[in-house]
C-alpha cells in the first residue's frame, strides 16, 4: 500500500517538476507594429487566428483581436494593439500541473520566455498528449486508491456482501478467464470502476474521511471522472458533453481526492 501511495507521488512529481506547458503551447505568430489592419484582418480571417501578436522592433510588445480588427477601417495594427496584463502571461517553466486552474480565470495565456512573450496557450490547447496524460494518470491513481480503500475497509472478502449480485458474477467471469491463461491475482483486482465506487460511497467511515458531502454527490463525482476516463481512453474530445470550467474543476477535485486517499493508512 505504500508502494501504491509512493507511485502517486512520483507521478505528481513528474508533472510538476518535469513536464512544463512548453509542451503544450503554440508560438505565437505575430506581425510588424506598421502592417496594415485589412491585409492582416484578412490573413487573420484565412488562418483562423483569434489573436496575433504585434511586433515593435524584434519583440512581441501586444497583441492584437481579429474581433477588434473587424471594426476598424484603415490604419496600422500597433494602433490597436492590446498591453499584455500581468494576469495574461505565464512562464514557460510553469508545471503543466498548475497550468489548469490558471487557465480556468482566462480564454487564453500568453508564454513568457526569457521575459519575452513567445507562445499562446487556450483551453483548445488541453486537447494535446501531455494534458491527456494528466488526466489519464489523475484518474487511474485515484481508481487504484478506491481499490486500496477497499481492502483496507472490507477485509476477509466482506465486500462480497455489498456488492450486487450480478456485479459480483462479471467479476468472478473475469477472474475465472483469468485462471484459465494463469494470470489470476486476487478476485478483488476485477472489480470495475464503478464497483469500487459503489463499496467506498457504502462505507460511512471512509464518505467522512474522503470528505465527500454526500453519497450522491459522491456519486456524482465518480461518475464525472468515470466518463472522463472513457473520453481519453477512446481519444474523444474532452469537453464533449460539459464545458472546459467543468473539466478543469474535475481535474482539481481529483487531485484533491487524490491526496485524502493517500493520507489514509
Not at 496584463?85 to 480565470?105: C, F, G, N, Y
Not at 467543468?246 to 477535485?253: F, G, H, K, R, V
Request: aromatic share 8%; charged share 25%; net charge negative.
Amino acid at each position: 500500500m505504500k508502494h501504491l501511495k509512493s507511485r502517486s507521488q512520483d507521478l505528481r512529481s513528474l508533472f510538476e517538476n518535469n513536464i512544463t506547458i512548453e509542451y503544450v503551447a503554440e508560438a505565437l505568430k505575430s506581425v510588424p507594429a506598421e502592417a496594415n489592419v485589412a491585409e492582416v484582418l484578412h490573413w487573420m480571417q484565412v488562418q483562423d487566428f483569434d489573436v496575433v501578436g504585434i511586433e515593435t522592433g524584434n519583440t512581441i510588445t501586444g497583441y492584437i483581436e481579429r474581433s477588434h480588427l473587424i471594426t476598424a477601417k484603415s490604419g496600422k495594427c500597433g494602433d490597436y494593439q492590446c498591453v499584455f496584463h500581468p494576469r495574461e502571461l505565464i512562464a514557460i517553466s510553469t508545471p503543466l500541473m498548475k497550468l489548469l486552474p490558471i487557465l480556468q480565470q482566462s480564454p487564453r495565456l500568453f508564454v513568457l520566455d526569457c521575459n519575452q512573450v513567445s507562445g499562446i496557450i487556450t483551453c483548445g490547447d488541453l486537447q494535446k498528449a501531455p494534458v491527456r496524460m494528466l488526466l489519464f494518470g489523475l484518474v487511474t491513481l485515484l481508481e487504484m486508491n478506491l481499490l486500496r480503500l477497499v481492502r483496507l475497509y472490507y477485509p476477509q472478502d466482506s465486500w462480497q456482501k455489498f456488492l450486487k449480485p450480478e456485479r459480483l458474477e462479471i467479476a468472478r467471469r473475469l477472474w475465472r478467464e483469468s485462471q484459465e491463461r494463469n494470470e489470476a491475482t486476487d478476485l478483488l483486482d476485477y472489480l470495475q470502476f464503478c464497483d469500487k465506487r459503489e463499496l467506498v460511497l457504502h462505507h460511512p467511515e471512509l464518505l467522512q474521511q474522503l470528505d465527500l458531502k454526500s453519497k450522491r454527490s459522491g456519486e456524482r463525482f465518480f461518475k464525472s471522472a468515470e466518463q472522463l476516463r472513457n473520453r481519453l481512453a477512446h481519444a474523444q474530445n474532452l469537453a464533449s458533453g460539459s464545458s472546459w470550467t467543468d473539466l478543469i474543476s474535475l481535474a482539481e477535485n481529483m487531485e484533491q481526492l487524490l491526496i485524502r486517499c493517500e493520507e489514509i493508512e
